[in-house]
């Protein structure tokens, strides 16, 4: 299993947008057979920072993921919400 | 129930004392009665990403969680292997 932690920092006046097309990815990628667990996130003292956390069967099932139209057409329309590119990474449970 | 990302830059040739200590802080802190979820997650393409992923009944677990000793004592054991602080997010459910 692998965990995926996506970090957001959305512009401002843009939360709302960006939740309403991450709706859409959270909905169909939880549908895939190899997620484990896919949710999006907001900071609790920070608004604007929206993260995505998300479990997956193996790197072979991320792979697949990041392939799917759902993956692909969501990322390029949250680009436009976000003041820089996302902090990402993929993790190996240790303890 | 909220979620703690607290994602630590550890100092080359020192990650596996930082695995060392927080492998004690791990196993205390799941014995905590509003603790869901409790891991240390290294990440697949740095070594020295070492990140706690916790999942809390609510603030006043996590604010009580704080103030254990085995937080207290295992925070100031670990600063000592750590590049700089943590990047540490607290999280809300979003979707």
């Given at each position: 299993m692998i965990k995926v932690i996506a970090k957001g920092y959305i512009k401002l006046g843009e939360v709302d947008k960006f939740k309403e097309i991450a709706s859409v990815l959270v909905k169909e990628s939880r549908k895939?057979?190899?997620?484990?667990s896919y949710g999006l996130y907001q900071d609790a003292n920070n608004e604007q920072i929206l993260t995505f956390i998300e479990e997956w069967k193996d790197q072979s099932a991320l792979d697949k993921h990041m392939k799917t139209s759902h993956f692909v057409d969501s990322m390029a329309k949250l680009s436009k919400f976000q003041e820089k590119d996302m902090d990402i990474n993929i993790y190996n449970s240790c303890i």
């Open positions: 895939e057979e190899e997620n484990i």
